[in-house]
């Protein structure tokens, strides 16, 4: 099979890479990316295996698009690439709007065009945060209503009505997946979860927004990677798949596990760490809280998750703690220079 995998020097995409490379030695996969902020090569541990691939495409641009797709002829695209930060999204919305949108249309357009395409497969990767916000009780369902809150989730649910729209209409064989909250190891250090490591390991303040009470429903990567790959093997055609692990925490619960990890791991006092958190004012359209019901997933393509939210935490504590050289190679001067507009507009 050949598979084009977009997006795949981002957090996500080059887990799915590092796990499906080896893997699969009979497929061959082709990762485009444009190589943004977010994107870091070192993060893919498979570049040299000869069923791996690299072009830098970036998917706003529809003729480079057309040329890869018409080249590389994919039984399978899986589609990462995106904007992801909701909070750069809240800055910057245009960009947002450009790749996942305009970007997801490109590569349908490209797709539609590929000889014999009923024979193929359009996997989208997509989010629940385009279903806005629960409030305390409630889980998402495949069937709840679209109602997103920031650029960032309305681009994305703008992405996935246009790939629905692209099977209803022409006949496209895609599947969507809306998946929670993930972590792990590559993650850019500007979502909650490494931001919070990275601080707390070097001593600097823990921005929490609000009061911390918003709750994430959290994901370790990799499982979200394995629940790819068998809704590739297992879903129904047309059909969107919530994923998710039960996972449902506080987001000031989740900075205190963090906290703990750490001491644990650096020999260091838990109460000092804690002692680091300060509260920021809130995100503007915060929503309060996402939990994924899963059930459809598991039950007809068998997902279950192999990490609890500690053990999978524990994990993500380890990777920032012994790789330095990956840390620092993200941190680049564009990424200092956004961390202090984005905080000192907060605090
Ligand atoms: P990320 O920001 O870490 O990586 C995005 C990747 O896309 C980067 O490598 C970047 O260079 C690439 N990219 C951006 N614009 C591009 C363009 N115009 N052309 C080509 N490549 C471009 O994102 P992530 O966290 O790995 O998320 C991957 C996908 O999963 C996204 O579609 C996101 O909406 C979805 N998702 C993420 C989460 C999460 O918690 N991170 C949860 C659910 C769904
Ligand atoms: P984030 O990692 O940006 O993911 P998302 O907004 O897509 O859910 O944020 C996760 C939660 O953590 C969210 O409720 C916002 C909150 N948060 C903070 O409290 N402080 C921070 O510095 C960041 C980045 C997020």
Not at 191 to 214: D, F, H, Q, S, T
């Amino acid at each position: 099979m050949n598979i084009i995998v977009t997006g795949g020097a981002g957090f996500i995409g080059a887990n799915f890479l590092n796990l499906m490379v080896p893997r699969f030695p009979e497929h061959r996969f082709v990762n485009i990316d444009a190589l943004t902020y977010a994107a870091n090569l070192l993060s893919i541990q498979v570049a040299d295996r000869p069923n791996y691939a690299f072009e830098r495409v970036d998917i706003t641009d529809r003729g480079a698009v057309d040329d890869v797709f018409a080249r590389v002829e994919p039984d399978l695209v899986v589609h990462f690439a995106a904007e992801s930060h909701v909070d750069r999204s809240i800055h910057a919305p245009q960009t947002f709007v450009q790749t996942n949108v305009v970007g997801t249309l490109n590569l349908l357009e490209a797709f539609r065009a590929l000889p014999d395409v009923a024979r193929r497969m359009f996997h989208h990767v997509s989010t629940d945060e385009v279903y806005g916000s629960l409030g305390p009780d409630g889980w998402f369902t495949e069937s709840t209503a679209y109602d997103p809150s920031s650029p960032y989730s309305a681009s994305k649910a703008a992405s996935d009505h246009l790939v629905r729209a692209y099977h209803r209409t022409y006949g496209l064989p895609v599947r969507i997946t809306n998946c929670s909250n993930n972590y792990g190891p590559y993650q850019f250090p500007e979502k909650l979860i490494p931001l919070m490591i990275l601080n707390a390991v070097e001593g600097r303040p823990l921005p929490v927004y609000g009061r911390g009470e918003n709750v994430r429903d959290w994901l370790f990567v990799e499982d979200h990677c394995e629940a790819i790959w068998l809704v590739v093997e297992r879903g129904r055609v047309g059909a969107t798949y919530n994923i998710g692990a039960r996972n449902e925490r506080r987001n000031i619960d989740v900075v205190h596990a963090i906290c703990d990890i750490v001491a644990d791991e650096t020999g260091r006092s838990a109460a000092e760490l804690r002692d680091l958190i300060t509260f920021v004012p809130d995100r503007p359209g915060h929503d309060l809280r996402y939990a994924i019901d899963p059930r459809l997933v598991e039950e007809e393509c068998g997902f279950a998750p192999r990490e609890t939210f500690e053990s999978g935490l524990r994990r993500t504590v380890r990777f920032y703690l012994e790789n330095r050289a990956w840390v620092d190679s993200v941190r680049t001067g564009e990424y200092r220079s956004w961390i202090e507009r984005n905080y000192s507009e907060r605090t």
